[in-house]
């Protein structure tokens, strides 16, 4: 006896268990197919839920279901596959009321969702650390819940992952896929194709052409000369092109995991990748769409590319004008509405469906709608920030998760593989080659070339949705995509290491002579980068630039670089600012931060020239782009703002990624750096030159590198004609010169500045001895009224007797102990703080020379002379 059944379609599982009966026939029934479907849908709408029992003594149903069998035998006559299955109640009662949850939709669906995105989420906190890419996590997560390992239990594959919930789960998996590549279309600027150079177009074109004509010809020579599946032969050539292409978003994924994205080899990477890529896509939707439309018998090719091209320029000259008004109407600085990001979700679901219904993939519209969105804040980056999260770690694991189901590498013929895997190598030498040839003829070192080819031939989501692709098409069959998914998932997960083997982005940012203030020329320029996160570092660190007394014997040359977090965005960018123009995408962004130094500049002409910078880069990375610049531009100090900013009001506000930043800084930067804290009184005092009032400068000089760098620096300062410079030497009672070779430079220097300031009234110098650092601090406390600025030196000996007792207390390590001491939030101390470390990132051979065998680093205190209290630590 039949039990009531729904009509669907084939599981992507196979065949369903619950499946009675099949039907199929290549004649033609005689009876409309709309007939048919409609007798079928009306015997299901009498027949009710699972709950409705069917009498067999009642004539009435023994002629329904002889009504249900001939509806679904004339149906099977139009080559369609017929499954019954049992109907899924959607929501449970609860187990307290002998419901079970997993015979209900909505608890599988759920249950499904958790497992993926827990299985994804676990893998990716162990392999990240070690160097693998988060899709290589993703998709190993898939193949977890699919045959290989899960599926290999049927009962719990039954209960989990039953075939009927899979069109549910499917429906998730893509609605997943429709918005992550809508956010692929968002981070892209297409701006970069323009920006590209003669290298990466000549590369970009290189590894896409290569690979694909070495891999078609391979392919032909295999159908010719290899006994091989029927099936599998007419497919090669697809599975040659579809090896050769190229996907930006992977490559940018793969570098920001592993932290290249703003390396010299990752913008190169960036920049071919986007040729390569939209070689790629034309070529690859050019195939496809012929493809699909070949299969049907009325051929409409051209109504399909016409109404596609309809559907873009509506969205270039409709959709995106729209998202330029909503952006224009957002003040700056302010979120944008909810209502327009309403707006623009209805976009993405609506070009999804117009692309469906015109013949091409519902994928293609959201792209397309992606890249027509304005990049960055505030409206492209409110979308990444509210769909990134969601879409990436809960709703795409499920697609890898279905993805999985689809693959069983048990089923697999032999021949089929060694077929298939020499296709993947032969492509994967034929992109290596085609990178690395060009790469090598531009003088680029073997290993830097080595590496991009590797990092080119990375695959990522949107391969996968293309052998998905072609596999309903039919380009290729089952067993070839789940070699070819396997052959991907191997090849990415080994290209990761290898190419942090290969690979240091910090060798490039190494310096091999010595830029400090200490060695530089007395009469040679000052080069100084300035780096700004926000407007309100602006006027402390021109007040600190003007303390530096540029001359026109030893002029300044300052490096402005604005610093902002890339929103929205997959590619960094580093803009160099000219004179009369501004050609940067966020000009109104850093508009006041460049007039303000171009106002100090005019101000100071023939001693001061600014050159100005903008770079958006994530946080992770944005040390690359400021060591990058300051070993280009030979500066000789770094200035960066500290992570906390005081504001006149006396409250805080803190950015801990900026803290991260100004950390890799202190690793990473080729020269001596400084971290300034400003506390509010320093941006707000007047021009020294303009001030009536002489600035006074207070040296504390325990000693080491890190000290004679801070009273070089000090030094420089002297010779300004409004400020006044204090040297404070704090001994230890009774001490002698533990070390020699630093003694003997740390009184050379301080004869250096008293044998050469001897008729120079505004320099003093004088020594307090102390026993301990309770007597250390009373010292810095009674300075703290008598100077607006005070330097001391970053870290010195851990077993200094004068810093005893301060030591076990270093709430911010990155400012040295006395540093910690004044602009930690439990003193009561106002003061401005600069925190100078010596350049501490040689080259191993210079590090290996005596001459520069010595301890790294320094701090500058700036403390205005009412205000400051600093208070000794007892234990």
Same mark, same amino acid.
């Given at each position: 006896?039949?039990?009531?059944?729904?009509?669907?379609?084939?599981s992507?599982?196979?065949?369903?268990?619950a499946?009675?009966?099949r039907?199929?026939?290549?004649?033609?029934?005689?009876?409309?197919?709309?007939?048919?479907?409609?007798r079928?849908?009306?015997?299901l709408?009498?027949?009710?839920?699972?709950?409705?029992?069917?009498?067999?003594?009642?004539?009435d149903?023994?002629n329904?279901?002889?009504?249900?069998?001939?509806?679904?035998?004339?149906?099977?006559?139009?080559?369609?596959?017929?499954?019954?299955?049992?109907?899924?109640?959607?929501?449970?009662?609860?187990?307290?009321?002998?419901?079970?949850?997993?015979?209900?939709?909505?608890?599988?669906?759920?249950?499904?969702?958790?497992l993926?995105?827990?299985?994804?989420?676990?893998?990716?906190f162990?392999?990240?650390?070690?160097?693998?890419?988060?899709?290589?996590?993703?998709?190993?997560?898939g193949?977890?819940t699919?045959?290989l390992?899960?599926?290999?239990?049927?009962?719990?594959e039954?209960?989990?992952?039953?075939e009927?919930?899979?069109?549910?789960?499917?429906?998730f998996?893509?609605?997943?896929?429709l918005?992550?590549?809508?956010?692929?279309?968002?981070?892209?600027?297409?701006?970069?194709?323009?920006?590209?150079?003669?290298?990466a177009?000549?590369?970009?074109?290189?590894?896409?052409?290569?690979?694909?004509?070495v891999?078609?010809?391979?392919?032909?020579?295999?159908?010719?000369t290899?006994?091989?599946?029927?099936?599998?032969?007419?497919?090669?050539?697809?599975?040659a092109?579809?090896?050769?292409?190229?996907?930006?978003?992977?490559?940018?994924?793969?570098?920001?995991?592993?932290?290249?994205?703003?390396?010299?080899?990752?913008?190169?990477?960036?920049?071919s990748?986007?040729?390569?890529?939209?070689?790629?896509?034309?070529?690859?939707?050019?195939?496809?769409?012929?493809?699909?439309?070949?299969?049907?018998?009325?051929h409409?090719?051209?109504?399909?590319?016409?109404?596609?091209?309809?559907?873009?320029i509506?969205?270039?000259?409709?959709?995106?004008?729209?998202?330029f008004?909503?952006? &224009?109407?957002?003040?700056?600085?302010?979120?944008?509405?909810?209502? #327009?990001?309403f707006? +623009?979700?209805? *976009? =993405? $679901? !609506?070009c999804?469906f117009f692309?469906?219904?015109?013949?091409?993939?519902?994928?293609?519209?959201?792209?397309?709608?992606?890249l027509?969105?304005?990049?960055?804040?505030?409206?492209g980056?409110?979308?990444?920030?509210?769909?990134?999260?969601f879409?990436?770690?809960?709703?795409?694991?499920?697609?890898f998760?279905?993805?999985?189901a689809?693959?069983?590498?048990?089923s697999?013929e032999?021949?089929?593989?060694?077929?298939?895997?020499?296709?993947?190598?032969?492509?994967f030498?034929?992109?290596?080659?085609?990178t690395?040839?060009?790469s090598?003829?531009?003088?680029?070192?073997?290993?830097?070339?080595?590496?991009?080819?590797l990092?080119?031939?990375?695959?990522?989501l949107?391969?996968?949705?293309?052998?998905? &692709?072609?596999?309903?098409?039919?380009?290729?069959?089952?067993?070839? #995509?789940?070699?070819? +998914?396997?052959? *991907? =998932? $191997? !090849?990415?997960?080994?290209?990761?290491?290898?190419?942090k083997?290969?690979?240091?982005?910090?060798?490039?940012?190494?310096?091999?002579?010595?830029?400090?203030i200490?060695?530089?020329?007395?009469d040679?320029?000052?080069?100084?980068?300035?780096?700004?996160?926000?407007?309100?570092?602006v006027?402390?660190?021109?007040?600190?630039l003007?303390?530096?007394?540029?001359?026109?014997?030893?002029p300044?040359?300052?490096?402005?670089?604005?610093?902002?977090?890339?929103?929205?965005r997959?590619?960094?960018?580093l803009?160099a600012?000219?004179?009369?123009?501004?050609?940067?995408?966020?000009?109104?962004?850093?508009?006041?931060?460049?007039?303000?130094?171009?106002?100090?500049?005019?101000?100071?002409?023939?001693?001061?020239?600014?050159?100005?910078?903008t770079?958006?880069?994530?946080?992770?990375t944005?040390?690359?782009?400021?060591?990058?610049?300051? $070993?280009?531009?030979?500066?000789?100090?770094?200035?960066?703002p500290?992570h906390?900013?005081?504001?006149?009001?006396?409250?805080?506000?803190?950015?801990?990624?900026?803290r991260?930043?100004?950390?890799?800084?202190?690793?990473?930067?080729?020269?001596?750096?400084?971290?300034?804290?400003?506390?509010g009184?320093?941006?707000?005092?007047?021009?020294?030159?303009?001030?009536?009032?002489?600035y006074?400068?207070?040296?504390?000089?325990?000693?080491g590198?890190?000290?004679r760098?801070?009273?070089?620096?000090?030094?420089?300062?002297?010779?300004?004609?409004?400020?006044?410079l204090?040297?404070?030497?704090?001994l230890?009672?009774?001490?002698?010169?533990r070390m020699?070779?630093?003694?003997?430079?740390?009184?050379?220097?301080?004869?250096?500045?008293?044998?050469?300031?001897?008729?120079?009234?505004?320099?003093?110098y004088?020594?307090?001895?102390?026993?301990?650092?309770?007597?250390?601090?009373?010292?810095?406390?009674s300075l703290?009224?008598?100077?607006?600025?005070?330097?001391?030196?970053?870290?010195?000996?851990?077993?200094?007797?004068?810093?005893?007792?301060?030591?076990?207390?270093?709430?911010f390590?990155?400012?040295?102990?006395?540093?910690?001491?004044?602009?930690?939030?439990?003193?009561?101390?106002e003061?401005?703080?600069?925190?100078?470390?010596q350049?501490?990132?040689?080259?191993?051979?210079?590090?290996?020379?005596?001459?520069?065998?010595?301890?790294?680093?320094?701090?500058v205190?700036?403390?205005p002379?009412?205000?400051a209290?600093?208070?000794?630590?007892?234990?």
């Open positions: 006896m039949l039990e009531p059944c729904r009509w669907s379609q084939r992507p599982l196979g065949t369903p268990k499946c009675k009966r039907y199929n026939s290549s004649e033609k029934s005689q009876i409309p197919l709309k007939q048919i479907k409609s079928l849908a009306g015997y709408m009498r027949s009710g839920s699972d709950d409705t029992e069917i009498q067999s003594s009642s004539n149903v023994v329904e279901r002889e009504a249900m069998a001939t509806a679904m035998h004339q149906l099977g006559q139009y080559n369609r596959s017929v499954a019954c299955q049992p109907y899924r109640k959607i929501i449970s009662r609860g187990i307290w009321v002998g419901d079970n949850p997993f015979t209900f939709a909505t608890p599988v669906l759920l249950s499904q969702l958790s993926s995105a827990f299985v994804t989420g676990t893998l990716q162990i392999l990240t650390p070690l160097g693998e890419t988060a899709f290589v996590s993703q998709m190993i997560g193949l977890l699919g045959p390992f899960l599926g290999r239990n049927r009962k719990l039954a209960r989990i992952f039953p009927d919930s899979f069109y549910v789960y499917e429906t998996a893509f609605f997943g896929c918005f992550f590549l809508f956010l692929v279309g968002v981070k892209m600027d297409l701006s970069m194709v323009k920006k590209s150079g003669k290298k177009l000549v590369i970009g074109l290189s590894s896409f052409f290569v690979p694909l004509i891999n078609t010809s391979i392919s032909f020579i295999l159908m010719e290899v006994t091989m599946d029927p099936i599998l032969r007419p497919s090669l050539p697809f599975v092109a579809f090896q050769s292409v190229c996907s930006f978003h992977v490559i940018a994924d793969l570098l920001t995991d592993l932290k290249l994205l703003n390396s010299e080899l990752g913008h190169l990477a960036m920049s990748s986007m040729i390569s890529g939209m070689c790629s896509w034309v070529s690859m939707g050019i195939i496809l769409t012929v493809q699909q439309n070949l299969t049907s018998e009325h409409p090719t051209l109504w399909v590319c016409l109404s596609l091209f309809a559907m873009v509506t969205i270039i000259y409709i959709l995106r004008p729209l998202m008004w909503m952006v &224009r109407k957002t003040a700056e600085g302010k979120a944008i509405k909810e209502f #327009y990001i707006i +623009v979700f209805l *976009m =993405v $679901l !609506v999804s692309g469906d219904v015109l013949g091409q993939h519902f994928l293609f519209g959201p792209v397309v709608l992606g027509a969105v304005p990049g960055g804040p505030p409206l980056a409110a979308l990444v920030d509210k769909l990134d999260s879409v990436s770690c809960i709703l795409l694991p499920s697609y998760a279905a993805s999985g689809q693959i069983d590498l048990f697999v032999r021949r089929n593989f060694g077929v298939l895997q020499l296709m993947v190598f032969s492509s030498m034929g992109k290596l080659m085609g690395m040839v060009p090598l003829y531009c003088r680029m070192p073997f290993r830097d070339a080595l590496s991009l080819g990092i080119l031939n990375a695959k990522g949107v391969d996968l949705l293309l052998l998905k &692709r072609a596999m309903q098409l039919k380009l290729i069959d089952q067993q070839s #995509y789940c070699i070819l +998914v396997v052959s *991907m =998932v $191997l !090849v990415t997960g080994t290209i990761s290491p290898l190419v083997i290969l690979y240091n982005p910090s060798m490039r940012s190494t310096a091999y002579t010595r830029r400090t200490l060695h530089a020329k007395p040679a320029e000052l080069r100084i980068l300035v780096c700004i996160y926000r407007q309100d570092n006027p402390s660190i021109i007040n600190l003007e303390a530096s007394n540029p001359t026109r014997e030893s300044l040359l300052i490096y402005v670089l604005h610093l902002i977090e890339l929103l929205g997959a590619s960094p960018v803009v600012h000219q004179k009369d123009r501004m050609r940067s995408s966020h000009p109104n962004r850093s508009e006041h931060i460049i007039n303000a130094f171009r106002l100090y500049e005019r101000q100071n002409k023939e001693t001061v020239s600014v050159y100005p910078y770079a958006v880069s994530p946080y992770g944005m040390h690359s782009d400021i060591s990058g610049l300051a $070993l280009d531009k030979n500066a000789t100090l770094v200035i960066v500290f906390k900013q005081w504001t006149m009001g006396g409250t805080i506000e803190s950015i801990n990624a900026i991260n930043v100004n950390r890799n800084i202190l690793n990473k930067a080729p020269c001596s750096i400084g971290i300034l804290v400003d506390r009184t320093f941006s707000g005092s007047l021009s020294i030159s303009l001030s009536k009032s002489l006074s400068v207070g040296v504390i000089f325990l000693g590198s890190d000290d760098e801070a009273l070089a620096y000090a030094m420089r300062m002297s010779k300004h004609p409004n400020v006044n204090t040297a404070i030497r704090i230890e009672h009774g001490q002698k010169n020699m070779t630093e003694g003997n430079l740390d009184n050379e220097m301080i004869k250096e500045l008293r044998m050469g300031n001897m008729e120079n009234e505004r320099v003093e004088r020594e307090e001895k102390v026993r301990n650092g309770i007597g250390t601090a009373r010292v810095i406390r703290e009224n008598s100077y607006d600025l005070i330097l001391v030196g970053r870290r010195h000996a851990t077993d200094s007797p004068l810093l005893r007792g301060l030591k076990d207390w270093n709430e390590p990155e400012l040295g102990y006395i540093g910690d001491m004044v602009a930690s939030t439990d003193s009561d101390c003061a401005s703080i600069l925190v100078v470390q350049q501490a990132y040689l080259a191993e051979a210079l590090l290996d020379s005596p001459k520069y065998h010595e301890p790294d680093y320094c701090a205190v700036l403390v002379r009412h205000v209290k600093v208070r000794p630590i007892s234990r």
